[in-house]
């Protein structure tokens, strides 16, 4: 299996960051989806819709990405021997914020499928930011390797 990963190791670098493409594309779309989701009256034909397509997208493509950044960087990490450089450790700390914020988006969704939002837009205007700053540094990382 390992000797089959090795040599296939461009295959998954490049299944890899499609993975990281759709997960960021997640990421940055669903707090846009929860501003429009503030201006919603619960109940109103807009806040269902946006229910629907906060919890498709979640499920649909954000989850299994995350899911596959991890799996695919961790068999990156273990057979290119990176793991014990301090760049891709920096980076593993970046992947492990934004699958923090991953987890708090994961729980918005829930709380505004139960029309419990109490955040204002201005929140997820802010919040909205912190996928895009985390993708530049773990982008010169992993490019740059600067340590």
């Known amino acids: 299996m390992l000797n089959f990963l090795s040599e296939h190791i461009l295959w998954i670098k490049a ?3 499609i993975a990281v493409i759709a997960w960021m594309a997640g990421m940055l779309y669903l707090p846009r989806l929860f ?11 807009q806040s269902e819709m946006l229910k629907v397509m906060e919890r ?3 499920r649909i493509i954000v989850n299994p990405a995350m899911i ?6 961790l068999t990156l990490a273990y057979e290119t021997g990176a793991y014990a450089q301090g760049w891709l ?9 934004m699958s923090g914020l991953h987890g708090v988006y994961a729980a918005t969704v829930k709380r505004f499928a139960r029309d419990a939002n109490t955040r204002p ?13 985390l993708i530049i ?11």
């Open 89 to 97: 450790q920096l980076k593993f700390a970046l992947v492990l914020v």
């Open 68 to 73: 596959a950044v991890w799996v695919l960087g």
């Open 15 to 17: 299944l890899h960051i």
């Open 121 to 133: 837009q201005r929140f997820y205007r802010i919040i909205n930011e912190v996928p895009m700053v």
């Open 56 to 58: 498709k997208l979640l």
């Open 35 to 45: 501003v429009y989701h503030c201006d919603a009256p619960a109940g109103s034909p």
């Open 137 to 147: 540094a773990i982008v010169i990382l992993a490019v740059v390797k600067p340590f």
